[in-house]
C-alpha cells in the first residue's frame, strides 16, 4: 500500500533563518505531488504541485520554492523565512491532476 | 472562476444526531467532488469521492453524500454522529487533468 511520509512534524525557526520540508512517498510510481499551507483558521492554499522530476508549477507569488529531486521525493524550501510563513505545510500525492489526493501529517512551523 | 462554497463555517450537533454539512460548487467542467475530514493537527483524510454514476456515495465512518447537479451541491450526511466525528471537514472539487479546489472548510462539534 501507498504511504507518505512529511518532517519535521514540527519546527520553530527565526525569521531570516533557511528552511527545508521535506515529503517521500512509497508504493507507488510517478506520483503528482503537491504542497499546501493552511493557516490557523483557514482552509488550504495550493503552493507548489509537481507531475514529475524537475517539473514544478508554482500556484502563488511567494517566498517559498520547491524542488523535486527524485520520483517520490518533494522538497520545499526557503532561503529567509519570513514571518507570514507560519503555517501548517501539507504535502499530497495522487495518481493524476483530479484523482483523489492523499495526505501526510503536516507540519507545523512557527516563526519566531 | 471556478470555486467551492461551505456555508457553514461551525456546526454543533449532539451525539447520535443526524448530521448533514453542506457544500456548493461553481465549476466549468464536469466535476469531480471529494469529502476530507481533518482532525487538530493532522492531515486530511479522504472520506468520499463521487466521479460518475450513482449520485448517492458511501465513504468511511458511516459518512455518504449526494450529487445535485441541478444545484450544483454535494452534501455531506451522516444519520447518527459520533463524539469521534468532531474534526473539520473540507469538500473539494476537481476534474480530470486538473487541480483541486478546495471549500474553506466546516468545524464540527459534538455534544455528550
Known amino acids: 500500500s501507498q504511504t507518505i511520509h512529511q518532517w519535521p512534524a514540527t519546527l520553530v525557526q527565526p525569521v531570516g533563518s533557511p528552511l527545508s520540508l521535506e515529503c517521500t512517498v512509497e508504493g507507488t510510481s510517478n506520483p503528482n505531488l503537491y504542497w499546501y499551507r493552511q493557516a490557523a483558521g483557514r482552509g488550504l492554499q495550493l503552493l507548489f504541485y509537481?507531475?514529475?522530476?524537475?517539473?514544478i508549477s508554482s500556484e502563488v507569488p511567494q517566498n517559498l520554492s520547491a524542488s523535486r529531486p527524485q520520483d517520490r521525493q518533494f522538497i520545499l524550501s526557503s532561503k529567509k523565512l519570513l514571518l507570514s510563513d507560519s503555517g501548517f505545510y501539507l504535502c499530497a500525492w495522487s495518481q493524476g491532476l483530479g484523482q483523489p489526493q492523499h495526505f501526510g501529517d503536516g507540519t507545523r512551523l512557527s516563526i519566531l | 472562476a471556478q470555486s467551492v462554497t461551505q456555508p457553514d463555517i461551525h456546526i454543533t450537533v449532539s451525539e447520535g444526531a443526524s448530521l448533514e454539512l453542506r457544500c456548493n460548487y461553481s465549476?466549468?467542467?464536469?466535476?469531480?467532488l471529494f469529502w476530507y475530514v481533518q482532525s487538530p493537527g493532522q492531515g486530511l483524510q479522504l472520506l468520499l469521492k463521487y466521479f460518475s454514476g450513482d449520485t448517492l456515495v458511501q465513504g468511511i465512518k458511516g459518512f455518504e453524500a449526494e450529487f445535485k447537479r441541478s444545484q450544483s451541491s454535494f452534501n455531506l450526511r451522516k444519520p447518527s454522529v459520533h463524539w469521534s466525528d468532531a474534526a473539520e471537514y473540507f469538500c473539494a472539487v476537481g476534474a480530470y487533468g486538473q487541480n483541486f479546489v478546495f471549500g474553506p472548510g466546516t468545524r464540527l462539534s459534538v455534544l455528550p
Open positions: 465549476y466549468g467542467a464536469t466535476p469531480y
Open positions: 509537481s507531475v514529475g522530476i524537475g517539473q
